[in-house]
């Protein structure tokens, strides 16, 4: 996964898809991020994500069953790769190597 970039947005997609898992869904996945962090995305800007994380081969997609809540429609699930799921364990090390350099000083400004 060295050299391949993935962005905060991509990143937080990628780790609703692996909560969510069997469950994962564009509507689905919107719906958890801004329950979970508050941030109201449109479903267009999830969509772009999600076809860009197939792309680099972190998510993989199939087509579920129809449902009548759905008029039939089919939903397309997504779920992650062995590829997408070292791609968030190595961000995690990053991020959790560089916050534990901060130093041990007190932050209370007030």
Known sequence: MKGEYIGELEELVLLTVGALYQEAY????MEEIERQTGRNLNISAIHAVLK???AK?????????ATKERG????????LTNLGKKAL????QV???LYNQI??????FS
């Open 57 to 65: 081969n972190l998510v993989k997609s199939e087509m579920g069953g």
């Open 26 to 29: 564009g509507v689905a996945v």
């Open 52 to 54: 860009r994380l197939e």
């Open 72 to 79: 039939g429609r089919r939903k397309r699930i997504f779920n």
């Open 103 to 108: 130093p041990q000083i007190s932050f209370n």
């Open 89 to 92: 364990d190595e961000s995690m």
């Open 95 to 97: 991020r959790s190597q």
